[in-house]
């Protein structure tokens, strides 16, 4: 699926939702369209223990 904002297309990532409405790569739908994501904080305990490190605030 395709995000197009201002003549941009952007690729949106099946599968991944966010609602982190302050991030760069937030789309309508809770969707994703930052190309692809990385994961981060390698001592989870639990999902609440993970982050997104793709994260870009959005001004």
Do not use: L, P, Q, W
Request: hydrophobic share 20%.
């Amino acid at each position: 699926m395709n995000s197009c904002d201002n003549g941009k297309c952007k690729e949106i990532i099946s599968g991944i939702y966010c609602n982190v409405k302050n991030c760069e790569y937030h789309r309508e739908g809770d969707k994703c369209e930052a190309g692809s994501i990385r994961v981060g904080n390698g001592t989870c305990a639990s999902s609440k223990d993970t982050e997104c490190e793709t994260f870009k605030a959005k001004f």
